[in-house]
């Protein structure tokens, strides 16, 4: 196993109950220092001994490979986007399409750390609140994994296809009278009590399985970094997850430039962008975060002051999107390009528009788009922003005439 600690990000205080999730000094959020001695033995060629996906990146995990819990998650590909860079004028524009992960989304990455490393505990529970896509991962890893799953779930304003994968994995689902905040607050009491395992991202643990998607996007480009990254933000952990995995490689050596972070939220639920707006290292919480886009509906986001640190280290930025141009953004992912994301993942490509229309983003840039998520987790709102089946007789002419319209 890879030798780690687990600290706190602000004051750098180790922390070794396992089951503790926020420094006991000074409150702050934890994260892994990797020991990179391992990894340091090698060079980045070496990493294609094994397939592409998280576990080709196991000098960079702190759990035991040994007793890894996976579903054969990461290996998600990197499309180069000629048809959308054209459409948004940026012809170096790549999309990290996560939506091919088991479950349909990034969060398979941080599920197969966070539940490889429950099972080196001796846990029995695990649990998360949820939007939707951790519901769905958790679920099925601790099904892999032989363990109990508990899922607290706001009540309502989730998303079909994510629900039905938490059910059919066999979790027990809890709807809770209250929003994403309220139920991961009781997620967070009965993990207080030692009741289950808690597995929402502030774990340390699954920030660390996230990261591989950065080691990926450099290994798919010949090891070599984009000029800059844009990913949604909701919970903010994986805007973090990708600027340590960062961080690591520079201090190994192995990178000497670092991309320009850039997040994107919804305009109805931004409280990061609203902090980066105003130069602030702190954000204020959205009481009430309202967006289509559900997967980052989230208006006191765990991992928000991580996320100014990564935008700011690395001289990206972050900025809102409207729900038309997230719904537009989508629908230009998928008629330029064959690619079908849930609206959430569509953010980075409306902040990719955007930016590139208000001077923020260079045309000659290299940009990865990082997409989240899979449409079909929620077919719903695609439905919602479609055109209807057209109705059609039995006969060559008339398919003739409807062919023949714009």
């Known amino acids: 196993m890879v030798e780690h600690k687990v600290v706190c990000w602000k004051c750098g205080n180790e922390v070794k109950d396992p089951y503790v999730n926020l420094c006991p000094k000074c409150g702050g959020l934890l994260t892994i220092r990797i020991d990179l001695s391992k990894a340091s033995e090698k060079n980045p060629e070496d990493l294609r001994q094994k397939p592409l996906g998280v576990w080709r990146y196991a000098d960079f995990m702190p759990v035991d490979e040994a007793h890894k819990v996976s579903i054969q998650e990461g290996g998600t590909p990197l499309y180069k986007t000629e048809a959308l860079g054209a459409a948004v004028d940026v012809p170096n524009a790549y999309v990290k399409f996560e939506g091919l992960n088991p479950t349909g989304s990034f969060k398979d990455r941080g599920m197969t750390v966070g539940v490889s490393h429950a099972k080196e505990l001796g846990a029995k529970v695990v649990g998360c609140a949820s939007t939707g896509n951790t519901s769905a991962a958790l679920s099925a890893y601790a099904s892999k994994a032989g363990m109990k799953c508990a899922v607290f779930l706001p009540s309502?304003?989730?998303?079909?296809?994510?629900?039905?994968?938490?059910?059919?994995?066999?979790?027990?689902?809890?709807?809770?009278?209250?929003?994403?905040?309220?139920?991961?607050?009781?997620?967070?009491?009965?993990?207080?009590?030692?009741?289950?395992?808690?597995?929402?991202?502030?774990?340390?643990?699954?920030?660390?399985?996230?990261?591989?998607?950065?080691?990926?996007?450099?290994?798919?480009?010949?090891?070599?970094?984009?000029?800059?990254?844009?990913?949604?933000?909701?919970?903010?952990?994986?805007?973090?997850?990708?600027?340590?995995?960062?961080?690591?490689?520079?201090?190994?050596?192995?990178?000497?430039?670092?991309?320009?972070?850039?997040?994107?939220?919804?305009?109805?639920?931004?409280?990061?962008?609203?902090?980066?707006?105003?130069?602030?290292?702190?954000?204020?919480?959205?009481?009430?975060?309202?967006?289509?886009?559900?997967?980052?509906?989230?208006?006191?986001?765990?991992?928000?002051?991580?996320?100014?640190?990564?935008?700011?280290?690395?001289?990206g930025y972050c900025a809102t999107v409207t729900d038309d141009e997230i719904i537009a953004a989508q629908k230009l992912l998928g008629r330029k390009e064959g690619i079908c994301v849930e609206p959430a993942s569509a953010a980075s490509v409306a902040g990719l528009k955007?930016?590139?229309?208000?001077?923020?983003?260079?045309?000659?840039?290299?940009?990865?788009?990082?997409?989240?998520?899979?449409?079909?987790?929620?077919?719903?709102?695609?439905?919602?922003?479609?055109?209807?089946?057209?109705?059609?007789?039995?006969?060559?002419?008339?398919?003739?005439?409807?062919?023949?319209?714009?």
Do not use: H
């Not at 690591?248 to 430039?257: A, M, Q, R, S, T």
């Open 156 to 315: 309502g304003k989730v998303a079909m296809g994510k629900l039905a994968q938490a059910l059919f994995f066999g979790a027990k689902v809890l709807s809770v009278d209250g929003n994403f905040d309220d139920a991961l607050a009781l997620a967070r009491k009965m993990a207080d009590e030692r009741k289950l395992y808690l597995l929402n991202s502030i774990n340390p643990y699954r920030p660390e399985g996230q990261k591989s998607v950065m080691f990926e996007i450099w290994d798919q480009l010949g090891f070599e970094m984009p000029d800059r990254v844009i990913l949604p933000v909701g919970n903010a952990a994986n805007i973090w997850a990708v600027y340590k995995a960062c961080m690591e490689l520079k201090e190994l050596g192995w990178i000497d430039k670092v991309p320009k972070l850039t997040g994107i939220q919804a305009a109805g639920a931004a409280p990061v962008a609203n902090a980066f707006a105003e130069g602030a290292t702190e954000f204020v919480p959205v009481g009430s975060p309202e967006t289509v886009a559900t997967a980052i509906r989230i208006g006191n986001p765990v991992s928000g002051q991580k996320a100014l640190k990564a935008i700011y280290d690395t001289k």
């Open 354 to 406: 955007k930016l590139r229309e208000m001077g923020i983003i260079e045309k000659d840039e290299t940009v990865a788009c990082i997409c989240t998520g899979n449409g079909l987790k929620d077919p719903d709102t695609i439905l919602a922003n479609v055109p209807k089946p057209i109705p059609c007789q039995n006969s060559v002419e008339d398919v003739e005439r409807i062919l023949a319209q714009d």
